[in-house]
């Protein structure tokens, strides 16, 4: 599998970009860089940093949008640190991003050898859609696009009823959704992070107990959400909806439910970043493929084997 993965580099885009670096079945063909989590420089650095710790910093990274596409800035600071990256301590990166946009380089992939690539999305869907408005047949080039989008079931992380890609540029995802057919397109929320991809403590442990440079780094970057989680969202230890979306990708029987519906988005400031999901017979035809039930057990197992090398190499 070769993989094209757009990101706002935060503690658990990092871990996802780890999981596809370490996974012997996928290449990384180019990593583009959004702003969301942290800003865009930051976003930078970090998808530089760890594509490096992870043997992997040949791979070419194109920054793109710092801001979403009609709102000024929110990010997620306060969930991942200052850093993204809960304050550990990490090497400067040795490489820099290259000189072409994020946008022109998913326009330049996807005409070139979109047949042969898998788009991941792993922030707000900025790049993406900016590049829709410049090929609105964009996502049907990529072999197929998967995105850590929403929560199907209207329970949000951010705010109520809204997960924080969606939410941190509605717009953008709305000309996604537009653009989208089930057959190319499939979402993975936090319904189902919350669900199948909770980092408990016995997992925790588990983790840190393989002692590897990959597995130690992994388990500091997230410290900052391990504490948010526990006083915002109340969940048994830290969520991880971007290798979860990442792992779908990788390896699509992890799947064990998904469902085809017409979802829109919502962009009014009251239920900003609500995924309008509408499950009707009378309804438009659907438009998205969205994932529901993950093997939780296998998720640990490739996020496990990921961090199990005893050194980055």
């Known amino acids: 599998m070769r993989l094209v993965i757009d990101t706002d580099t935060g503690s658990d ?12 079945g996928a290449t990384i063909e180019a990593v583009t860089t ?14 530089l940093i760890t594509l490096e710790l992870a043997g992997s910093g040949e791979v ?11 709102r ?3 990010t997620a600071q306060h969930v991942h640190g200052a850093d993204g990256m809960s304050g550990a301590p990490l090497p400067d990166p040795v490489g820099a991003p290259t000189g072409e946009h994020a946008v022109d380089a998913l326009l330049r992939l996807a005409r070139e050898r979109g047949p042969e690539l898998t788009l991941v999305t792993l922030g707000p869907m900025t790049n993406v859609a900016a590049a829709l408005v410049r090929d609105r047949h964009l996502l049907r080039r990529f072999r197929r696009t998967y995105c850590m989008a ?23 995802a709305a000309i996604v959704c537009d653009a989208a057919t089930p057959d190319s397109v499939t979402w993975i929320g936090w319904d189902a992070s919350r669900r199948y991809a909770v980092m408990t403590p016995d997992r925790q442990r588990r983790l840190r107990e393989l002692g590897t440079p990959l597995a130690l780094f992994t388990d500091r970057i997230n410290q900052a959400v391990n504490a948010w989680a526990t006083d915002v969202t109340g969940l048994p230890g830290y969520d991880l909806p971007d290798p979860l979306a990442m792992a779908v990708a990788l390896h699509p029987g992890l799947v064990r439910y998904s469902e085809t519906a017409q979802v829109r988005v919502a962009t009014g400031d009251e239920a900003r970043g609500q995924l309008l999901v509408d499950r009707r ?3 438009t035809g659907p438009n998205l493929r969205l994932v529901r039930w993950v093997d939780n057990d296998e998720f640990e197992r490739m996020l496990l084997a990921a ?3 005893t050194a980055a190499s």
């Open 60 to 70: 070419p990274v194109h920054a793109g949008c710092a801001r979403p596409l009609l």
């Open 13 to 24: 885009d990092a871990v996802a970009l780890l999981m596809a670096a370490r996974d012997p």
């Open 150 to 172: 929403g929560a199907a079931d209207a329970c949000g992380n951010i705010t109520a009823s809204a997960e924080f890609n969606v939410w941190a540029d509605p717009e953008a």
């Open 34 to 47: 959004v702003a969301g989590n942290v800003p865009l420089p930051v976003a930078t650095r970090n998808a």
């Open 72 to 74: 000024p800035l929110a």
């Open 307 to 309: 961090c199990r090398d």
């Open 281 to 283: 017979r009378t309804a």
